[in-house]
């Protein structure tokens, strides 16, 4: 029996793919969740085989959950699932530790393949995200080093970069201290980098927050 966690910020989506994957006599749906700081309790504490993942949540995302599984010992295999098909996403996504990435257009019939060739350690790829991984290593990767983190982990850095605490990014970007407290943990290990001073150094290399405005930066 394939034990399957579902991960979306929609109830109407999780209750769909509940029904599709109940159909199914070798698939067992463990459990739902609605956002990202759940999904690891979930997941820690279910041990399901696969994840269905939805990329974007309130609080923590989807490439936040991979991140926050990233040390774990067993972790489950993750099916993106998901609306956004763009390049950076996919290839984070996949950075990140996911096995498959699919939209949420796919068939039904798509979703139950991916889940039990995840079960296997198999790999499915939607239309559209092979070719995006073939250019990706056809044109050596990222010039931007930036390009690793997602839209909210720039967002963390560049408030960082200004010296600001935890507790400040939290109330600047309305999120909660638990959850910037990822944020920078999965931007440290995505750049390299060893702690938050040596962060808010390479975000002002980068020009995400010009020098001269973050030295004067009172507000």
Do not use: W
């Amino acid at each position: 029996m394939i034990r399957v966690l579902v991960v979306d910020d929609h109830q109407v989506v999780r209750q769909g793919l509940r029904f599709v994957l109940e159909q199914e006599r070798d698939i067992e749906v463990a459990g739902e969740c609605g956002d990202g700081l759940s999904a690891v309790t979930a997941i820690r504490a279910l041990r399901p085989d696969v994840v269905l993942l939805d990329m974007v949540m309130p609080g923590m995302d989807g490439p936040g959950v991979l991140e926050a599984l990233r040390g774990d010992e067993t972790p489950p295999a993750v099916i993106v699932l998901t609306s956004f098909l763009e390049e950076d996403r996919v290839v984070e996504a996949i950075r990140a530790g996911a096995l498959s990435y699919l939209p949420k257009t796919a068939a039904a019939e798509e979703v139950v393949a991916a889940v039990r060739a995840a079960a296997r350690g198999d790999s499915v790829l939607g239309p559209g995200i092979a070719s995006i991984l073939v250019r990706q290593v056809r044109d050596g990767g990222r010039e931007d080093p930036l390009k690793v983190l997602s839209p909210r982990e720039r967002d963390v850095l560049a408030t960082l970069s200004r010296g600001r605490s935890n507790r400040e990014i939290a109330r600047r970007l309305s999120l909660s201290e638990e959850t910037v407290k990822s944020y920078v943990s999965s931007i440290l290990t995505k750049l390299g980098l060893q702690d938050r001073t040596q962060a808010a150094i390479f975000g002002l290399q980068q020009g995400l927050v010009p020098l001269d405005e973050a030295l004067s930066d009172d507000s």
